[in-house]
């Protein structure tokens, strides 16, 4: 269970992360790798960044609610509660959210990848997850 926990927040962190450098004026480094590793064409990253901006625009109160619980959470775990009841409850609230972003994620980047750009993406988050997991573990 705690691994299902770790890989969700893992994932979540990383979606945030993606949407927030996707915000902040499109980081070149984070479009970069993506058109490296997906193979992604000019006009593909282009519509991406535009449809990451507006859909960042449309979503910003669901933004700031998970970024927020998500410091919670944080500060909970690192202040040691023993009450894991509170942490679990913020976690509750929490899942709803990411899997509405995520949703709203995925369906931009299928109306933009091809197929095969989309498995790779999955797998390029997976090992991702994988890494900050590790990092996780090590700290």
């Known amino acids: 269970m705690k691994t299902k926990k770790r890989i969700f927040f893992t994932v979540l ?3 945030l992360a993606a949407a927030v450098s996707v915000s902040a004026g499109g980081d070149k480094e984070h479009w970069a ?3 490296q590793e997906l193979t992604l064409t ?3 990253v282009t519509q991406l960044q535009q449809k990451f901006e ?3 625009l449309q979503n910003q109160p669901l933004e700031e609610k998970a970024k927020g619980l998500w410091r919670e959470i944080e500060e909970l775990e690192k202040a040691g509660t023993s009450d894991r009841s509170v942490i679990d409850a913020k976690k ?3 899942a709803p959210l990411k899997k509405e972003w995520m949703e709203k994620a995925n369906q931009i980047y ?3 990848l091809s197929k095969e750009q989309f498995v790779k993406l999955q797998e390029m ?3 991702e997850e994988k890494e900050y997991s ?3 573990k090590k700290d």
Do not use: I, M, N, Y
């Open 13 to 15: 962190a990383f979606v």
């Open 33 to 35: 790798k993506l058109k």
């Open 42 to 44: 000019d006009t593909q």
């Open 54 to 56: 507006e859909f960042r």
């Open 92 to 94: 509750a609230e929490l």
């Open 110 to 112: 299928r109306s933009v």
């Open 125 to 127: 988050r997976a090992r």
């Open 134 to 136: 590790a990092k996780k």
